[in-house]
């Protein structure tokens, strides 16, 4: 163990990390600085200020990476040269990989591998820190009221889990079979071919409010939480409570009075926590049920003013956290035993797995045999929304508590006489929040898909009315997972399609002649052949795609086509306004004649005798 001193400039709450092969330890601060020293000795080796405040930090064997909320700097561990992307608002995290790359996010955008391009984008800026799956293929990102999940390959949403409060934290499983959610409960999930919610686990924090400062899962299953029940910085209330996923049981709470308590990671069989006092803290969780305290080091303690959480790293038996006044500490925790017991999967009960799978009911379908009961004030889903959505799917409204409810949507401040008059009568019930109901009454993408197709009837006018009572829900943001899409061919002229997210869709010739596209995102999306003339596309989303011989004679303002595939594309009669060309390839492409707005840099490839200042 030794104690390194970090300069003044990190005096203000850095952030640590440490280096996948140990060698290097990393600390950044909220004053932007920066400095990297080696976990054997100590030595200095990257000493650089950051230029605006750090909220993230990573490092893989060749690269340091700090995030902040206007750049990411990467420094080159060997030489200590650093490049530098811009970023454009909090919050911003970034995470490496064993392959070298980073993960990243600015905002809502999520950044995979050395690029200046976003992958893909979150529905809604980020509210707490991202979670790569142990097999690094898939990432979950708390957005706001959901937890979204998506393939890190193929920049496809695979789901997005809604939750009642805002999400905070998530961690996978063992042999990533399953995710933890954090809002101010826990939430388990199957990650199977479409995740399913096991249950629900109440926090005991101690007190009313339910912060959730770190989130982990060990190898074997077993969760810790750092849970605070107090909101501001000068007062903490923290715990760390040890949960058996299996039955959701709270194995036991551990108070630590005075400090807050931040995030959280396993050591074989022990917890490793920094407080706020700088102090690695240990349980050894040899026995789950009774954890105990390990005895720290005496040292003097100062705590600052303000109680902010601090990060954590871990890799093997070492430990980096941030120590008293500041200081990097670099730790081997001696005599750590592996966990023992086989990993806890939570498959399906054998019954449920051995059932045949059925086809997703569809539209009318869907709700049949529910019965809603609405209780307590709705903020967004209005009493016209609700109820049209539900009967369109094929539920029932109950004016009253009664045996046949099925559902029990709540609103605030919902009398508690409802909940005991069901009970009285006998009825059996899920409880749904607001934000789960508005979830549940989206399309599915089963059926985004067939009105889209337009293989059921009046397609494209119940498409648009869904379309309209979201748009007057929540604004024309429609969160309905459409990434990956097959709608080749389609003729998508009479649908309502502004603000979708149809990343690597495959639409090959789809018909969008006079389509306002306005924020439709098409990264990567195969779009060969298809037709825009006379569209609207209004910081419209091209990036990567594939658009060899498209028609593109269109209204084209602020629209990106970075590293697209435009070869034969047909640009007649089409405006451009500040359109992005860098790195796209334009060769035997018809172009207007006017190209003084257009954005472009050395990889743009143009047709023959065509070179724009």
Not at 398 to 416: I, M, N, Q, W, Y
Not at 528 to 541: E, K, L, N
Not at 553 to 571: K, N
């Amino acid at each position: 163990m030794f104690h390194v001193d970090v300069p003044r400039r990190h005096a203000q709450g850095p952030l640590t990390a440490m280096s996948p092969d140990g060698r290097w330890i990393a600390s950044g601060s909220t004053t932007g600085a920066l400095s990297v020293w080696s976990a054997a000795t100590g030595e200095p080796r990257v000493e650089h200020a950051a230029p605006a405040p750090l909220e993230g930090l990573a490092l893989t064997a060749r690269a340091v990476a700090a995030g902040s909320s206007r750049v990411c700097v990467f420094w080159d561990r060997a030489t200590g040269e650093s490049t530098t992307l811009a970023t454009t608002f909090s919050p911003t995290d970034i995470h490496g990989l064993a392959s070298g790359g980073f993960v990243r996010l600015d905002y809502d955008k999520i950044f995979v591998g050395n690029t200046d391009s976003p992958n893909f984008e979150l529905a809604t800026y980020a509210s707490g820190p991202l979670a790569v799956s142990r097999d690094e293929t898939r990432l979950a990102a708390p957005a706001q009221y959901a937890v979204e999940l998506w393939d890190l390959q193929r920049s496809i949403k695979l789901a997005s889990l809604p939750h009642a409060e805002r999400a905070r934290a998530c961690a996978f499983g063992p042999r990533d079979a399953w995710l933890a959610t954090a809002d101010t409960a826990l939430h388990l999930w199957r990650l199977g071919a479409s995740p399913t919610a096991i249950r629900d686990i109440e926090l005991d924090s101690g007190g009313s409010d339910k912060i959730v400062r770190g989130l982990a899962v060990s190898a074997r299953g077993i969760i810790a939480v750092s849970v605070d029940a107090s909101v501001n910085h000068v007062d903490a209330r923290s715990s760390i409570l040890v949960i058996d996923p299996r039955d959701g049981r709270t194995l036991a709470r551990l108070p630590r009075p005075d400090v807050r308590l931040g995030q959280v990671a396993f050591v074989g069989r022990r917890l490793a926590v920094a407080d706020s006092a700088g102090r690695l803290l240990q349980l050894d969780l040899s026995d789950p049920a009774r954890p105990r305290w390990l005895a720290t080091d005496e040292v003097d303690v100062f705590p600052p003013n303000d109680r902010e959480e601090l990060p954590i790293a871990a890799l093997g038996d070492d430990v980096a956290h941030v120590g008293p006044g500041g200081d990097v500490v670099v730790q081997t925790l001696e005599s750590v035993q592996p966990e023992v017991g086989e990993p806890i999967l939570l498959a399906p009960d054998p019954s449920e797995a051995s059932a045949p799978a059925r086809p997703p009911a569809l539209f009318e379908e869907r709700l049949a045999g529910a019965r809603f009961l609405f209780a307590g004030r709705f903020k967004h889903v209005g009493s016209e929304f609700r109820e049209a959505t539900v009967q369109e799917l094929g539920g029932e409204i109950a004016s009253k508590p009664d045996a046949r409810v099925t559902h029990l949507a709540l609103g605030d401040r919902p009398s508690a006489a409802v909940l005991k008059t069901l009970g009285s009568k006998g009825a059996a019930f899920e409880t749904l929040s607001e934000a789960a109901l508005a979830q549940l009454l989206l399309p599915t993408t089963e059926e985004a898909r067939a009105l889209l197709r337009g293989e059921v009837k009046q397609a494209a006018e119940r498409w648009n009315t869904w379309r309209r009572r979201y748009g007057e829900l929540g604004g024309e943001r429609f969160p309905v997972a459409l990434q990956g899409i097959d709608l080749a061919g389609v003729d998508l002229r009479a649908y309502a399609l502004k603000v979708l997210d149809l990343t690597a869709a495959d639409l090959a010739g789809v018909d969008l002649r006079g389509v306002d596209v306005f924020d439709v995102v098409f990264r990567n999306a195969d779009l060969s052949g298809a037709d825009f003339t006379g569209g609207q596309c209004y910081r419209t989303i091209f990036s990567g795609a594939k658009l060899t011989g498209a028609r593109l004679g269109a209204m084209l303002a602020h629209a990106r086509f970075d590293g697209a595939d435009l070869t034969d594309a047909d640009f007649s009669g089409a405006d451009l306004q500040y359109v992005d060309f860098s790195g796209a390839d334009l060769r035997r492409a018809k172009l207007p004649k006017s190209l003084a707005d257009v954005k472009h840099d050395a990889r743009t490839r143009w047709p023959e005798g065509v070179r724009p200042k």
